[in-house]
Nanobody
Framework: QLQLRESGGGLVQPGGSLRLSCVISGSGYYTIAWFRQVPGKEREGIACMSTSDGSKFYEDSVKGRFTLSRDSDENTVDLQMNNLKPEDTAVYYC?????????????????????WGQGTQVTVSS
């Protein structure tokens, strides 16, 4: 079973940048996704990567602003967030599964993932 740990959240002004990191303990290939959640709303998927071939997918609201990258030596998957907006304020979670078909079939369904990090708060405010 994979263990995940996020870091890198914080407070940033609109238009600023943050980089979130998800450290993964475990080996092999997997589908990994970043989700975010605000109080009273469902957790939403925003970015997903298949580590078997490096394929990436972004939800429309973050496309062009957020970028996934993987460091195979450190076994991390980072989410670079640029041009942040107040509506990006949320708790951000990374999630992973060793089921590679999830990337193409149900990448942003929370029930697709059985390994979650603890979450990190991102606040975008002036």
């Amino acid at each position: 079973q994979l263990q995940l740990r996020e870091s890198g959240g914080g407070l940033v002004q609109p238009g600023g940048s943050l980089r979130l990191s998800c450290v993964i303990s475990g080996s092999g290939y997997y589908t990994i996704a970043w989700f975010r959640q605000v109080p009273g709303k469902e957790r939403e998927g925003i970015a997903c990567m298949s580590t078997s071939d490096g394929s990436k997918f972004y939800e429309d609201s973050v496309k062009g602003r957020f970028t996934l990258s993987r460091d195979s030596d450190e076994n991390t998957v980072d989410l670079q967030m640029n041009n942040l907006k107040p509506e990006d304020t949320a708790v951000y979670y990374c999630a992973a599964t060793d089921q590679l078909e999830i990337y193409r079939r149900s990448r942003f369904q929370t029930t697709s993932y059985d390994n979650w990090g603890q979450g990190t708060q991102v606040t975008v405010s002036s």
